[in-house]
């Protein structure tokens, strides 16, 4: 008979308990050399809507990504052969370093026990920083100008162009502060670490309900990145017309 579930209600606990269940899957892809646990859950942080994330090291020259579900829990796994993983992480991805840096190993091995070493090294260092190119001036510029027309006239559309200016906004900053970049969810709790006063600005441009204040505060935030809100000569090089 199918095993049944256990009823958890608490969200961590609940991934927490399908664990032994995702990595008996694991331990039976051939070719498995060690795993490692990441995301939210692996930081004690999940929610209701979290999945269980594991990086696994298998030998060979292959790399895919499995997906399934353990006693309702979705699972997703990246496989990858230790060399990959060292190219990537050359490649300052950011994202998969700070997979090996806050993971938990739960298959060990001596290869893993190597990688997770460098990934705490290379994310605690932080990438070099990477000032905005001319043509990323000008984009974040533009939008927050589309926004500011946006505010003036009253459309209620100004949330959306104002959420989306300060994406680009944020994408800049992190990376001319030289900050490893996060997913959304992230943003304000690594901005309240790093530099509280923008993140008083993400606070206010996300939860004002008045156009005026929350156009403000993606200025704010876009003059972190941009130094100034005044337009500058440039373009890109030609290229050939395919």
């Known amino acids: 008979m199918p095993r049944t579930p256990p009823t958890v209600t608490d969200p961590q606990a609940r991934l927490e308990a399908a ?49 399934y579900v353990v006693d309702g829990v979705p699972v997703e796994v990246f ?3 230790v060399r990959k993983v060292r190219a990537m992480f050359a490649a300052a991805q950011g994202d998969t370093i700070a997979m090996f840096a806050e993971g938990r ?10 990688l997770t070493a460098e990934a705490r090294a290379l994310y605690a260092a932080g990438p070099a920083p990477r000032p905005l190119t001319g043509q990323e001036r000008f984009r974040l510029i533009d939008e927050v100008m589309d926004a500011r027309a946006l505010a003036d006239a009253g459309d209620p559309l100004h949330v959306l162009v104002a959420c989306r200016a300060a994406e680009q906004a ?35 441009l996300l939860t004002t309900p008045d156009a005026g204040a929350r156009q403000s505060a993606l ?22 017309v395919v």
């Open 19 to 67: 664990l032994p269940a995702a990595l008996k899957r694991i331990r039976e892809t051939p070719g498995v050399l060690g795993a490692l646990w990441c995301g939210s859950a692996a930081r004690g942080e999940a929610n209701a809507h979290s999945d269980l994330d594991l990086h696994v090291l298998v030998e060979g020259d292959r790399r895919w990504r499995a997906n």
């Open 79 to 81: 496989h990858n052969p």
């Open 105 to 114: 190993t739960v298959l060990p091995h001596p290869e893993l026990g190597a």
């Open 170 to 204: 944020l994408e800049g900053l992190f990376g001319v502060r030289g900050w490893w970049r996060v997913k959304p969810q992230r943003w304000l709790p690594t901005l309240e670490a790093r530099d509280p006063a923008a993140a008083h600005d993400l606070r206010a």
């Open 219 to 240: 200025e704010a935030l876009a003059v972190r990145v941009t130094g100034d809100l005044t337009y500058e000569e440039g373009g890109s090089d030609p290229v050939p």
